[in-house]
């Protein structure tokens, strides 16, 4: 075990933000790209006089209607630390890549919008990090504007997520009236000035009590802000680090993540008590991040970082040891030796070529079709990372050529997007046709857009009444022969060619599970 590696591991903080649509989260990403020097305007990356976007929503159709869908991923330095942020899409038609980007992370900041509070997203989201313990830090947004009450959102936070709670700093007012916010961790107090650009004054204090507290914000908010922490020390146990890295209890901080305020205490206090890279459960082994030998999975792709150059990108999460450039590793599943000479980092879509990566760094990989979602890499060792499940879709719909001189680019397309978990691709067994099944109804508007856009390709939706696609199989052969008779005008395959059972409705599927008890139906692909 090297000095060198341990050292970078400790440097390491990979995190995702998550929160649902408009509660901020793409702001705030982009804040915390603004401390750490990787962009120098906010709003200002690829800016033009005419139009400002956010630097990691890259893809055209996110520009165009304002909501992040894909995962993109971004690194930064920050005070002696490695820091590297995944912003997932909020939006719950796009829950799928935000789940399998929780697999690859070791922490979770999520973004609450004061005035709604917890939205039924933002629950679901929890779920998966309670199911892995993940630690988690909360960001209560927008408190320059009208919103709850701060003790009013602290127990909405505690029954709709489940967590205990600990405010670590504490606004004084809120919306037209914002003073600022007291830092709970580090008895400071940060005024508020609205501004995008520049970042708020810091006074430090020692005690809440003293004068120049009065001084600075007015005799009735300071008495206010007296009596407020004074009802916090009663009633909120003192922030204990070890609980937050069990994913026992969240720290809270309020900001204004358009306004650059209460982010950078967020930031502060993150990099100090976030957890760096934790070793990782394959099939196999515990995988530990410190172990020589390297190891990492691919989590996501994604088709066409570069529309100049139609190549699709595999993101590879490194685990253990280091990964380095021209040098080859074993790709675990097709059991081949392959080396990389073009491996990139991100700063959204900046990509530069990365000569080395330690655990905790996300790799782009350029992928001309030997990756899928789930695979791992080696230095040589047989192993299987797991936790990245599809699950079965809510809704689908036939897809159609729409301009048969273009059948190619279609079906290229729709591999590249399937393969990167856009959606599910199955084939009927009964009539050939491609059914694609989503978990929203966004998913297949992006779909056509991005086939037509990236493509060149025009597809065209039929409806089909559909409730439920699963995943079959039986240790009995001659049963399963037999269902897939009985049943084969509702058979299909996905796109691995594993027998799926289409039916159309909860009455059929009940029937077939008890009509054929030696067949398991599986709901999500990781069986």
């Known amino acids: 075990m090297s000095e060198e590696l341990v050292k ?6 990979t995190f995702a933000i998550i929160s649902h649509p ?8 982009e804040k915390l790209l ?6 120098h305007v906010a709003g200002a990356v690829k800016s033009n006089k005419i139009k400002k976007t956010a630097t990691s929503d890259w893809m055209e159709i996110e520009k165009q209607r304002g909501i992040s869908v894909a995962t993109s991923v971004m690194g930064f330095d920050y005070d002696g630390y490695k820091i590297n942020i995944l912003d997932t899409p909020g939006h719950q038609d796009f829950a799928e890549d935000t789940f399998r980007t929780l697999t690859a992370v070791d922490s979770v900041i999520i973004v609450v919008d004061v005035a709604k509070g917890v939205e039924t997203q933002t629950r679901r989201l929890m779920e998966v990090c309670r199911m892995r313990n993940t630690p988690v830090i909360i960001f209560v947004n927008k408190l320059d504007r009208e919103g709850r009450d701060p003790f009013d959102i602290l127990d909405e936070l505690e029954n709709e997520l489940k967590i205990k709670v600990v405010p670590l700093s504490w606004p004084i007012n809120i919306g037209s009236k914002f003073k600022g916010v007291y830092n709970l961790y580090e008895h400071g107090l940060d005024l508020f000035t609205p501004s995008k650009q520049t970042i708020s004054e810091r006074v430090e204090i020692d005690d809440v009590n003293s004068p120049l507290v009065d001084e600075l914000v007015g005799k009735d908010d300071s008495t206010k802000l007296r009596e407020d922490i004074e009802l916090i020390d009663g009633v909120y146990p003192e922030f204990n680090v070890k609980e ?6 969240a720290p809270v901080f309020f900001g204004s993540a358009l306004n650059t305020f209460g982010v950078k205490e967020l930031l502060d206090c993150f990099v100090k008590i976030a957890p760096s890279p934790k070793p990782i459960n394959a099939e196999e082994r515990t995988v530990k991040p410190e172990e020589e030998d390297f190891s990492g999975f691919v989590f996501k792709i994604h088709a066409n970082m570069d529309p100049n150059h139609r190549s699709c990108i595999a993101f590879v999460k490194v685990c253990s040891g280091k990964f380095e450039r021209n040098v080859g590793y074993k790709h675990v599943r097709s059991d081949k030796v392959m080396k990389f000479a073009a491996p990139t980092a991100f700063m959204a879509q900046k990509k530069n070529i990365v000569e080395e990566a330690f655990p905790g760094d996300i790799v782009g990989i350029p992928d001309t079709g ?3 979602i789930g695979d791992t890499l080696t230095s040589g060792e047989n192993i299987h990372f797991k936790g990245l499940p599809s699950f079965s879709p809510e809704m689908f719909k036939y897809i159609e050529n729409a301009d048969p001189m273009k059948s190619k680019q279609l079906e290229k397309g729709i591999k590249q997007l399937m393969d990167e978990g856009v ?9 050939g046709r491609k059914i694609i099944g989503t978990v929203g109804q966004l998913q297949f508007e992006v779909i056509q857009y991005r086939l037509l856009h990236e493509y060149g390709a025009q597809c065209r939706w039929e409806p089909m009444s559909m409730y439920k696609a699963c995943w079959i199989e039986s240790e009995d052969e001659e049963a399963l022969e037999s269902f897939k008779k009985r049943k084969h005008q509702f058979m299909a395959t996905d796109k691995d060619g594993r ?17 054929f008890p030696k067949i398991k139906f599986h709901f999500s692909s990781e069986f």
């Open 34 to 39: 603004l401390f750490g020097g990787a962009i």
């Open 244 to 249: 937050y890295l069990e994913g026992k209890v």
């Open 370 to 372: 030997n990756f899928k």
């Open 8 to 13: 970078e591991i400790q440097k390491r903080r």
């Open 499 to 515: 027998d799926i059972f289409m039916a159309d409705s909860n009455y059929v599927l009940q029937m077939a599970q008890n009509d």
């Open 423 to 431: 959606a599910q691709l199955f084939t009927s067994s009964f009539n």
């Open 22 to 29: 408009d509660a901020g989260k793409t702001t705030l990403t």
